[in-house]
């Protein structure tokens, strides 16, 4: 099993940034993805980005590129989110999942039926 806890988040304006975390505990975890997904008000859980977890190499959707970074720190087994330029409608509950997998380069994991190990969400909300 792996745990994984998330910290961050919270109130911004109309313009600001913010960071979100996720540490992983439990189970080793070497290789594989850890990503982020949101869930707007009376909308479906929507991908926003992954990180490899042994080569770092990123992938975004289209609607963040420019405005979200993702990054990791093996030594701390922490994934990091950082949101620039936030705008109301990026309002929503960031959740972060993880899954053990083999990293082959290129892979995309862009639907939340894969991932097996969830954090609890954290509430993003960005005011006009």
């Known amino acids: 099993q792996v745990q994984l806890v998330e910290s961050g988040g919270g109130l911004v304006l109309d313009g600001g940034s913010l960071r979100h975390s996720c540490a992983a505990s439990?189970?080793?975890?070497?290789?594989?993805?850890m990503a982020w997904f949101r869930q707007r008000p009376g909308k479906e859980r929507e991908f926003v980005g992954q990180?490899?977890?042994?080569?770092?190499?990123?992938y975004y959707a289209d609607s963040v590129k420019g405005r979200f970074s993702i990054s990791r720190d093996k030594s701390k087994n922490t994934a990091l989110l950082q949101m620039y330029n936030l705008q109301p409608e990026y309002t929503a509950v960031y959740y972060c999942?993880?899954?053990?997998?083999?990293?082959?380069?290129?892979?995309?994991?862009?639907?939340?039926?894969?991932?097996?190990?969830w954090g609890q969400g954290t509430q993003v909300t960005v005011s006009p």
């Open positions: 439990g189970r080793t975890f070497s290789t594989g993805f």
């Open positions: 999942p993880a899954q053990i997998s083999p990293e082959r380069p290129g892979s995309t994991f862009t639907s939340a039926g894969i991932y097996e190990y």
């Open positions: 990180v490899a977890w042994s080569s770092g190499s990123t």
